[in-house]
């Protein structure tokens, strides 16, 4: 089962260079919260239930048949992204604007 809920919440930070540079960079961050690139991809993917639906090709409710598509579009994208350079360096990224309008069609695609 997906729990649409937390892979929402990962592709909204998965998709804002705002919040991206706030929680990953800290640029900017009064409110204290941190976060990652790993985390929200780990969020999207393992914590979401979406692994699975990935690791059988094929979904658990008929709603979603659309999504794995989508998703391995956005895993493709999210390995792309060179994780060894600095938070601000790989915000600027092209490969994280590739994620970013990947994770927003998703996003918009579940609303």
Known sequence: MIDVNTLKDALVE?????????LWARIDNKTGEISSFEEA??????SSGVAKLISRG?????DYDDLLPLMLELGQAVDAVDTRLPPVI?????????VRSIAYKVLTHLQ
Not at 14 to 22: G, H, I, V, Y
Not at 58 to 62: G, I, R, S, V, Y
Not at 90 to 97: D, F, L, R, Y
Request: hydrophobic fraction near 40%; charge should be negative; glycine fraction near 0%.
């Open 41 to 46: 991809t780990v969020e999207a993917f393992d």
């Open 90 to 98: 790989m915000i600027a990224s092209e490969a994280m604007e590739r």
């Open 58 to 62: 094929e979904t658990d409710a008929p």
């Open 14 to 22: 998965l998709s804002d260079k705002e919040d991206q540079l706030r």
